[in-house]
């Protein structure tokens, strides 16, 4: 990838993911975040807070698993032990047609397995044309098969054919040590359930306090869709959001170190000179090259090869001279 095809993705991608994080239009109506034990949401969920915060959107938290309330929302609703047509109603009196809202649902779980009400028809009916969902949904949490229709396609699939963006986040740590093991031909590591041991459900470097690494794929109006991976620093840490390939500690050595040379070539990327001292470009020039001599003829003669026979040639007089 040329250096100006990197910059038009990084500022491209970069002004992309700030309009998803302040909910500005219509940009994407449903946002599903898949998140396991591994490295959890709620990171990602306090930089929509934040960001939704600041472009004064109101936001509407449901909670079917969050006990305390986070800071800068604006109504917080107890959907535990809740249906899905009471929740329904308790929502639809509190969004307002005039202003944008922002719902945040801390878990599809509760909503996913409920054969009285499909989970596609309560997200239909909850957004509106001034309302963005953002809802997190578990991958690590299996469902029952539908009792219905055993042959029906699982939640996750319907949730991932209707949502417009889908956010799968991963370890900071862990997405390091796989790299780490690439980058030297050895076998990825693996974490949590992965390893199957005894009593293990979190692995090493689960929920890491520096950040998290997003994977995104949002889906245009015209089809198009766009992938790319983010570094997600904590909330009011001095980093910034960039691509997971611009992060330092992600960069191989040789990328981080090299330097880019006059003729467009990086520096530093070889473990050997490439190029040659003076001696040696003199040694080089007065090196006299096999049948050189032939080329030393007139002009116009047309090129020569020059061999001296041995003892053990047998030459045929009829042959043509050559």
């Given amino acids: 990838m040329t250096d ?16 998803l994080l302040s909910v500005r239009g219509d940009s994407s109506p449903f946002t599903l975040v898949l998140d396991t034990i591994e490295q959890t949401a709620k990171p990602l ?12 959107t109101d936001i509407v938290f449901i909670s079917f698993e969050t006990i305390k309330p986070p800071s800068n929302i604006t109504t917080f609703i107890k959907a535990r ?4 047509s009471t929740l329904q109603k308790e929502i639809s009196t509190i969004i307002s047609p005039n202003k944008r809202t922002l719902l945040i649902i801390d878990t599809l779980h509760p909503l ?42 699982s939640p996750l699939t319907n949730l991932k054919y ?40 979190v692995g090493m470097g689960a929920n890491g306090c520096k950040g998290l690494v997003v994977e995104m794929e949002h889906r245009r109006k015209s089809g198009r869709g766009v ?15 960039v691509l997971l390939d611009d992060y330092p500690a992600f960069r191989r050595e040789d990328e981080r170190d090299g330097k880019v040379g006059a003729e467009g070539g990086k520096e530093g990327l070889s473990t050997f000179d490439l190029g040659i001292t003076e001696r040696q470009r003199r040694d080089r020039e007065g090196v006299v090259l096999p049948y050189f001599d032939a080329q030393s003829g007139e002009g116009g003669v047309g090129g020569r090869i020059l061999y001296d026979m041995g003892a053990e040639d047998d030459f045929d007089d009829e042959e043509d001279e050559i």
Avoid at 4 to 19: A, D, E
Avoid at 45 to 55: G, M, Q, T
Avoid at 227 to 241: L, S
Wanted: proline letters at 9%; zero cysteines; charged letters at 20%.
């Fill in 4 to 19: 100006r095809t990197l910059q038009h993705r990084r500022v491209h991608n970069l002004l992309l993911i700030q309009k």
């Fill in 45 to 56: 969920i306090s930089h929509y807070i934040h960001n939704a915060k600041s472009s004064k």
């Fill in 81 to 84: 032990r809740k249906d899905a």
């Fill in 112 to 153: 996913s397995h409920d054969p009285t009400h499909p989970l596609s028809t309560f997200l239909s009916i909850i957004l509106t044309p001034t309302t963005s969902l953002l809802a997190t949904y578990h991958t690590d949490i299996p469902l029952p098969p539908s009792p219905t229709n055993p042959y029906a396609p």
């Fill in 162 to 201: 209707l949502a417009t963006t889908i956010f799968t986040t991963h370890s900071l740590d862990q997405i390091l040590a796989r790299k780490r093991a690439a980058d030297k031909s050895q076998p990825e590591p693996v974490f949590g359930l992965a390893e199957e041991k005894d009593g293990v459900l």
């Fill in 227 to 241: 992938e790319e991976t983010f570094f997600f620093p904590v909330v009011g840490a001095k980093e910034k959001i």
